[in-house]
């Protein structure tokens, strides 16, 4: 039996004005939905992120030195002597300013792959937008480095020793994805970098790693370690072991660099693995996709309930209608498939403008905030899930019209 359109169109221009608010929460929450399913998933990659480091094995130890007049270097040689003969540790090295992927504590730079690049951004006295010039993450720290954060030489070698002891930075080791940047197709190795103390030779490539902050206005691999080991009586030192082992040997690090020169500081929050380091950094990325998630599916739980309601009312006044309908030979399929169709319609209209609203939201919310672009796709998925929504919210309403017994309609009143 074919559905006559007719008087469900008929019946929704009876109700246009209940039928056009429904419709306008359902064109604002397929919005709003919409483009909260994106964040999420954008938030949710974002947390994901591999930093490139072998993060279910570092711990990361900082002591705060009081002695000013405390020979830094010497310092550092004997902290890392101790560091390594602790039982469990793997590698052990100290890092410059603490500087790691996802700490916050950055430490950038520009350089350019040749030194007519390099004039034209001193000239603009800055590398941003001139060709052949990138800014970029820097880290370093002293030897051992590679070997105590896990990082991938893929080409060339690593600093020599000589190398991390000058007083001006004389080698240095880019990231895969900033090679590619700079010499696409070739190899980096025995290139010169410009932007320094002069031309600087790159010596090896790594895998990508992340910068300590991202999302700054430059690719997140866009990395470069430098030879320069600053030692300082304050140092962050990195300890590698096995997962199970970090908890103990960040606490043996923590008492031998206590004993191992003059007093220093090492404050309970200077003792952290790696996951906590990540899991602080996201915390904020956490919180809202929480926040989001809850708004999001309150939303729909609102919308759920507005839909069903209104079926609920409507049923309610149209059960002598319905009855006539039975006794004149509509079956209950019949009947539920009216509900079903005219559920389709409103909801149908308000996904139309819902994606509309949620196209237009996305280019606020760019022009705004900086936000990516919405990808197409997600379109259709938020319009699936309210109509699937609205097929949910009606179909008790419509169940309970198809009991309603023919014998209704022929009633007085």
């Known amino acids: 039996m074919a559905l006559p359109l007719k008087p469900i169109l008929s019946a929704l221009r009876h109700h246009r004005l209940t039928a056009a608010l429904l419709t306008l929460q359902v064109a604002l ?29 570092l711990s990361v130890v900082s002591a705060r030195g009081l002695d000013e007049s405390a020979n830094a270097a010497a310092q550092q040689r004997t902290d890392l002597a101790a560091l390594r003969a602790l039982d469990g540790v793997k590698a052990a090295a100290a890092i410059n300013g603490g500087s790691l992927p996802l700490s916050s504590n950055i430490d950038m730079s520009g350089a350019c792959a040749s030194q ?7 000239a603009a006295r800055d590398t941003r937008g001139i060709a052949g010039c990138i800014s970029m993450s820097l880290y370093s720290g002293s030897d051992g480095m590679l070997e105590a954060l896990g990082l991938r030489l893929l080409a060339g070698r690593d600093f020599t020793a000589a190398e991390r002891e000058a007083d001006k930075i004389t080698a240095v080791i880019v990231s895969r994805t900033l090679a590619q940047r700079l010499w696409p197709g070739e190899s980096p190795v025995g290139k010169q970098l410009y932007g320094f103390e002069g031309p600087v030779p790159v010596v090896g490539m790594i895998a990508d790693i992340l910068s300590p902050v991202l999302g700054i206005g430059v690719d997140d691999h866009m990395v470069m370690l430098t030879a320069r080991n600053r030692a300082e009586i304050s140092s962050t030192y990195v300890l590698r072991s096995a997962p199970q082992d970090r ?18 500081l090492i404050p309970e929050d200077g003792q952290r693995t790696y996951s906590q380091i990540r899991r602080n950094y996201f915390q904020r990325d956490t919180t809202m996709l929480g926040l989001l998630l809850a708004s999001s599916l309150a939303l729909l739980f609102v919308t759920a309930l507005g839909i069903g309601g209104l079926a609920n009312f409507w049923v309610g006044q149209r059960t002598r209608q319905i009855g006539i309908r039975r006794a004149v030979g509509a079956t209950r399929r019949d009947i539920l498939r009216h509900f079903q169709t005219e ?3 409103i909801v149908g209209a308000g996904v139309v403008l819902g994606m509309l609203l949620a196209y237009g939201l996305n280019q606020l919310l760019m022009r705004q905030y900086e936000l990516d672009r919405l990808p197409l796709f997600y379109l259709p998925i938020g319009a699936a899930v309210l109509w699937a929504l609205g097929q949910l919210a009606v179909l008790g309403p419509a169940l309970r019209a198809t009991r309603v017994p023919p014998a209704i309609g022929t009633r007085g009143g």
């Open 343 to 345: 559920n389709f319609l």
């Open 247 to 264: 908890q103990r040997v960040m606490h043996a690090a923590a008492a031998a660099l206590d004993k191992a020169g003059p007093v220093r």
């Open 29 to 57: 929450t397929c919005a709003i939905v919409i483009n909260a399913g994106f964040l999420l998933v954008e938030r949710i990659q974002r947390i994901d992120t591999a930093s490139g480091l072998v993060e279910d094995e």
């Open 116 to 122: 007519a690049d390099f004039d034209r951004a001193k």
